[in-house]
């Protein structure tokens, strides 16, 4: 635990190995599942069963984990996070510990989104394949529908990633903090009881 001498804050852990770890491999899992999603119909099965492995291990964790992992830590309102986002935009957006009301609803946003899209894809190769868990399902029945919600989960996820990296360089610039940083080494600049509250 360092002391920054400027403005009296110590750097602490705030992101745990699991959060960070859970972000980083599923930001991974992701990209290679959209990569493949055209030329290498097994691989993107597979990380998109990886994809679905973690978003469970970090929605769990959202519930069990330490302070700054839970969901009830930063969970807010969408006034908040408009309130939040017009601040930051305006450069005078108060600066949080934890996740910021915006970041809090990408999360969740994400969460959501990948879920969907992993649950349509294990539905989908169902209809299409007669393959996997679903595979003794009669959901060829509804394969252009289950299609068409796996397609646009795509192309929300195509939306939702930029606008997080966005988001994340908006954050870093506007409170001079590289969050990027952050989430390798679960640092931040903190009160010493950011950790307890």
């Not at 705030?14 to 990209?31: C, E, F, N």
């Not at 989960?153 to 966005?166: D, G, I, Q, R, S």
Request: proline share 4%; hydrophobic share 55%.
């Amino acid at each position: 635990m360092n002391t920054n001498g400027r403005d009296g804050l110590r750097s602490l852990i705030i992101w745990d190995p699991l959060v960070r770890l859970a972000h980083w491999s599923l930001a991974l899992a992701t990209a290679v599942a959209w990569w493949t999603r055209e030329h290498n119909y097994a691989l993107h099965v597979d990380t998109g069963y990886a994809v679905l492995a973690i978003v469970v291990v970090r929605i769990l964790w959202g519930f069990a984990g330490p302070r700054h992992a839970r969901f009830r830590s930063f969970a807010v309102g969408p006034v908040t996070a408009s309130r939040y986002l017009a601040d930051l935009l305006r450069g005078r957006a108060a600066r949080f510990v934890g996740h910021s009301p915006a970041g809090a609803w990408m999360i969740f946003m994400l969460l959501a989104t990948l879920l969907a899209c992993c649950l349509s894809g294990i539905a989908l190769d169902a209809a299409e394949n007669r393959a996997g868990p679903l595979a003794a399902t009669r959901l060829f029945y509804y394969t252009e529908q289950i299609a068409a919600i796996h397609i646009w989960c795509t192309h929300a996820l195509e939306v939702l990633v930029p606008l997080h990296l966005a988001g994340v360089l908006a954050a870093s610039l506007a409170h001079r903090e590289n969050l990027v940083t952050a989430m390798v080494t679960g640092r931040k600049r903190a009160p010493a009881d950011a950790g307890k509250r």
